[in-house]
């Protein structure tokens, strides 16, 4: 069974940095990629990217480039996504996700339970 | 970037009504769209990709469809359960985009 469990919310202040994480299970994790999604307090959806473990190749949204790292842990299938400086706005739930970058079947198809973020003074 | 404009941003219809969601991408992107329904307070859940494959175990009063860069999500005999917010997503061109979302009520 394919499995992606994130790691626990977070309460940090802004300024702090965070990196929080998406191990998964149950398929070849080095053949697919692992896309991250934000999800802002009462509003939608957002890609924020993806990266291909396999080799570390990594896509931002453009809203997203230079305020996240994304990288990937080959060696225990884990995903992560950090920030060196958070504020207010990065506030949301994340949520990470299986991605099949040139093909149909895969894409989103496993979810993590999400990872919920809050920035506070 | 692709923008995918999706309508209605909400829609309110009875039990056993029919509801039909729209995105419109702003190029080609050929079939490669998914839709994905959130139940209020849940993760996120894949309905259908390549635009129009429906998601095993999805029931089937849920359908989709492509017409050029128009995709539709159609719910036949809406039920409560079906009390969700919708989305499309395009993954032709990175970077990947989301419709805005259309919000079902009943």
């Known amino acids: 069974e394919v499995q992606l469990v994130q790691s626990g919310p977070e309460v940090k202040k802004p300024g702090e940095s965070l990196r929080i994480s998406c191990q998964s299970s149950?398929?070849?994790?080095?053949?697919?990629?692992i896309a991250w999604v934000r999800q802002m307090p009462g509003k939608g959806l957002e890609w924020v990217g993806v990266?291909?473990?396999?080799?570390?190749?990594?896509r931002y949204g453009p809203a997203f480039q230079g305020q996240v790292t994304m990288s990937a842990d080959k060696s225990r299938d884990t995903a992560f996504l950090q920030w060196s400086s958070l504020t207010a706005s990065d506030t949301a739930m994340y949520y990470c996700?299986?991605?099949?970058?040139?093909?149909?079947?895969?894409?989103?198809?496993?979810w993590g339970q999400g990872t919920l973020v809050a920035v506070s003074s | 970037d692709i923008q995918m404009t999706q309508s209605p941003s909400a829609v309110s219809a009875s039990v056993g009504d029919r509801v039909t969601i729209t995105c419109r991408a702003s190029?080609?992107?050929?079939?490669?769209l998914v839709w994905f329904q959130q139940q209020p307070g849940k993760v996120p859940k894949r309905l259908v990709y390549a635009a129009s494959s429906l998601q095993g175990g999805v029931p089937s009063r849920f359908s989709a469809s492509r017409s050029g860069t128009e995709f539709t999500l159609t719910i036949n005999s809406l039920q409560p359960e079906d009390v969700a917010t919708y989305y499309c997503l395009q993954h032709d061109t990175f970077p990947w985009t989301f419709g805005q979302g259309t919000r079902v009520e009943i």
């Open positions: 990266i291909y473990p396999g080799d570390g190749d990594t």
């Open positions: 190029q080609g992107i050929s079939n490669y």
């Open positions: 996700a299986r991605a099949d970058g040139s093909g149909f079947s895969f894409q989103f198809d496993s």
């Open positions: 149950g398929y070849n994790y080095i053949k697919y990629w």
